[in-house]
């Protein structure tokens, strides 16, 4: 067992990349990652313990608010969580306070990966997508030197009552959305989306990707995809894709990313 410990859902990259900036800051880190069932969930062992989520509708992405009841973390140990958001914070480190009474949490904001809502570039606070990086990495930095000192939050992470509420109504959201998906013909069956995908939503028929309705819209297959073959609805077709730079989609299917 390392002796840090970072649980990370990741969609666009962006997330992943953080928890990859704090494990490099920390050293001897294990990244286990929530797009599935975490493999690991008994991390008693660890002195540290962190949590890396975006807001996705509101609340926690796809089935983390479920693994959370699995994991196991010693009494003694350090907790720490960050929010990654687009627009707002939401119910999600609040709810990971009441399982685990966080000793340090943060939110920061970065592109925005539901395209056919907002493009990626639209942020608050509004900054460009090479500023929004450059910041996740400063802050990074100083979230590592917190950690070490162990400094605590002076107050709990916000309810967000109208996030909660959102929250809850995602996923019917998120089932009428994945009605909308298509492929275009620059598709060349690479089958990466079907890898991707967390819920085995997508399966290749007559070397295409058809597309079910058990999706929590991380849409990864869309921004990952290396032709921008994957549309949802007419918005996302004249709008750039995004993905993290320093996230390959290969890391993204690791259930375990260890640092050193």
């Given at each position: 067992?390392?002796?840090?410990?970072?649980?990370?859902?990741?969609?666009s990259g962006n997330?992943?990349?953080?928890?990859?900036?704090?494990?490099?800051?920390?050293?001897?880190?294990?990244?286990?990652?929530?797009?599935?069932?975490?493999?690991?969930?008994?991390?008693?062992?660890?002195?540290?313990?962190?949590?890396?989520?975006?807001?996705?509708?509101?609340?926690?992405?796809?089935?983390?608010?479920?693994?959370?009841?699995?994991?196991?973390?010693?009494?003694?140990?350090?907790?720490?969580?960050?929010?990654?958001?687009?627009?707002?914070?939401?119910?999600?480190?609040?709810?990971?306070?009441?399982?685990?009474?966080?000793?340090?949490?943060?939110?920061?904001?970065?592109?925005?990966?539901?395209?056919?809502?907002?493009?990626?570039?639209?942020?608050?606070?509004?900054?460009?997508?090479?500023?929004?990086?450059?910041?996740?990495?400063?802050?990074?930095?100083?979230?590592?030197?917190s950690i070490l000192?162990?400094?605590?939050?002076?107050?709990?992470?916000?309810?967000?009552?109208?996030?909660?509420?959102?929250?809850?109504?995602?996923?019917?959201?998120?089932?009428?959305?994945?009605?909308?998906f298509a492929v275009?013909?620059?598709?060349?069956?690479?089958?990466?989306?079907?890898?991707?995908?967390?819920?085995?939503?997508?399966?290749?028929?007559?070397?295409?990707?058809?597309?079910?309705?058990?999706?929590?819209?991380?849409?990864?297959?869309?921004?990952?995809?290396?032709?921008?073959?994957?549309?949802?609805?007419?918005?996302?077709?004249?709008?750039?894709?995004?993905?993290?730079?320093?996230?390959?989609?290969?890391?993204?299917?690791?259930?375990?990313?260890?640092?050193?």
């Amino acid at each position: 067992m390392s002796k840090n410990v970072i649980f990370c859902y990741s969609g666009s990259g962006n997330c992943l990349d953080f928890a990859k900036n704090i494990a490099k800051g920390l050293g001897d880190t294990d990244i286990i990652m929530m797009r599935k069932a975490p493999v690991k969930t008994d991390v008693r062992d660890a002195e540290r313990v962190g949590f890396i989520v975006p807001c996705y509708g509101g609340g926690l992405p796809g089935d983390v608010e479920s693994f959370l009841g699995s994991i196991r973390i010693s009494p003694d140990a350090y907790t720490f969580a960050v929010g990654q958001y687009a627009g707002y914070l939401g119910c999600g480190l609040h709810k990971i306070d009441k399982q685990f009474k966080l000793d340090l949490w943060t939110g920061l904001s970065h592109q925005c990966s539901c395209i056919w809502l907002f493009p990626h570039q639209l942020m608050l606070p509004p900054v460009t997508p090479k500023m929004a990086q450059k910041r996740s990495e400063r802050m990074a930095k100083r979230l590592v030197k917190s950690i070490l000192a162990g400094e605590k939050s002076k107050k709990a992470p916000p309810k967000m009552g109208l996030n909660a509420l959102e929250s809850k109504v995602w996923p019917k959201l998120a089932v009428g959305k994945a009605k909308k998906f298509a492929v275009t013909d620059a598709c060349i069956g690479c089958h990466q989306c079907e890898k991707l995908c967390p819920k085995g939503n997508i399966r290749f028929v007559d070397g295409k990707p058809t597309f079910g309705t058990n999706c929590i819209q991380c849409l990864s297959c869309l921004q990952y995809c290396p032709k921008e073959a994957i549309t949802l609805t007419e918005k996302s077709v004249k709008r750039e894709h995004y993905h993290n730079p320093n996230v390959s989609a290969a890391e993204l299917m690791e259930s375990i990313i260890h640092i050193y």
